[in-house]
């Protein structure tokens, strides 16, 4: 009999956690033999939706159809959870977890700092298993403590910790047709990009300012995909004005900028990463839960200027000839700082952890050095690109997921109870 699996996620939003939801209904989707799948769509923050006339999101409007009908009953009122699936596969951060079915397992992004919330240890221990999307988070979350009082009988733990299993999955490539933009033109033959949210933790201020800086008397460029929160024309405004203020103070510059908001497809952004004049992606935030946009551009092939530290080490790094993890980019230096004042977040960014602050004068060395020697870096890139290309298959990472569902014993074993029942029916 297959198990009743409901995913709860922002499946519909254009986020990390939109993608992450997504990569986990595929994975699943794969074993639709084993497994009956329900979706709870959830908002995540006020990030726009996907509303798209393909295959994929027709399905998921068919999950979300087919949950309402399995939970609502004829007088109107609904099945409780526990009542209605077997597992429960909670796409967020860690202190929205809950017990809502008889297996319930966690599956997080969010850790880009040195430390985890308190109530994501006591909401992870709730879970009967949780998946991170890296190893840098798995670090983060297993070293994680805190002091716990147990108000029955008032006993503190010094070192209360995640006692639950963690295991990491990471994304997977995925194949698209290149679609070009209409209308978008880069006028110079050198370009660089970068694809991030216009927020603290992306640090794209300092991005665009330190590029301009750098190359101010240069024929250079810099392609900004951005939004604030969504791709309306309000948001789009917002980032426009935030841009020309930024970009105000060098009247002079030879640089160019070319800001792209709103929504493209994942064809679109392919053809970006190919184009024949985009060079590098730079990314200088302060950390990653994994770094998608860097994951698609290194499987692309594009030259990568980041740092060394957070959820991007599990691909930026590859063995060398002796076997040694070594990072495959244009290396930034930085420092381990605490967060900024207004990032802090109750029960999501602690005051008292920390992230990357890249260096400004290495960030800007870096940049011009792949400028003079891009050929160097290209073929960097493209060994880079040959073993993510090999080692985070689509088969593999799905597979690897859905094993941590529905595990291969499990398998085997409703393939025997099939077997005894056809027997029987002879």
């Not at 990463?273 to 698609?296: A, C, D, N, R, T």
């Not at 740092?307 to 063995?319: E, K, R």
């Not at 990032?343 to 011009?368: F, G």
Request: aromatic share 12%.
């Amino acid at each position: 009999m297959k198990k009743k699996i409901l995913v709860k996620g922002p499946a519909l939003s254009r986020s990390g956690y939109g993608e992450q939801t997504r990569f986990a209904l595929r994975a699943l989707r794969a074993y639709e033999e084993y497994l009956d799948i329900y979706l709870l769509n959830i908002p995540w923050g006020t990030t726009g939706f996907i509303l798209a006339d393909t295959e994929e999101y027709h399905w998921l409007e068919e999950l979300m159809f087919k949950t309402e009908a399995h939970v609502r009953r004829g007088d109107g009122s609904v099945v409780p959870a526990r009542q209605a699936f077997d597992i429960s596969l909670q796409v967020t951060i860690p202190n929205e977890f809950e017990r809502i079915a008889p297996i319930n397992i966690g599956y997080t992004a969010g850790i880009e700092t040195t430390k985890v919330a308190p109530i994501w240890l006591a909401k992870g221990n709730d879970m009967d298993k949780l998946i991170v999307v890296s190893n840098h988070s798995k670090q983060v979350y297993e070293t994680g403590t805190c002091i716990a009082r147990n108000n029955d009988t008032g006993e503190e733990k010094t070192d209360y910790r995640c006692e639950t299993p963690i295991e990491v999955i990471s994304y997977a490539v995925r194949n698209f047709e290149p679609e070009s933009i209409e209308g978008f033109k880069l006028d110079y033959d050198f370009n660089f990009i970068t694809v991030a949210q216009w927020g603290p933790r992306k640090n794209l201020d300092s991005t665009i300012r330190w590029f301009v800086e750098e190359f101010s008397n240069d024929e250079v460029g810099l392609v900004v995909k951005t939004n604030m929160a969504k791709d309306s024309l309000i948001d789009r405004r917002y980032v426009f004005d935030s841009l020309r203020r930024l970009l105000s103070l060098y009247p002079d510059r030879k640089c160019k900028i070319y800001l792209l908001h709103g929504t493209l497809t994942d064809g679109n952004m392919m053809w970006l990463y190919q184009h024949k004049k985009v060079k590098g992606m730079i990314s200088l935030s302060h950390g990653e839960g994994f770094g998608l946009p860097l994951f698609e551009a290194a499987y692309n092939g594009v030259p990568l200027i980041t740092t060394n530290w957070s959820g991007q080490t599990d691909f930026i790094n590859m063995p060398n000839k002796n076997g040694k993890m070594r990072p495959h980019i244009a290396k930034v230096k930085y420092s381990l700082q605490p967060v900024q004042p207004e990032v802090v977040w109750k029960d999501v960014i602690e005051a008292d952890s920390m992230w990357a602050y890249p260096i400004e004068a290495s960030a800007k060395s870096v940049m011009r050095e792949v400028y003079k020697n891009h050929g160097r870096f290209k073929a960097q890139a493209r060994r880079l690109q040959k073993w993510v290309l090999k080692n985070f298959t689509e088969k593999e990472k799905y597979a690897a997921f859905a094993e941590l569902i529905i595990s291969k014993e499990e398998i085997e074993m409703s393939n025997q109870i099939e077997e005894m029942f056809k027997d029987l029916s002879i």
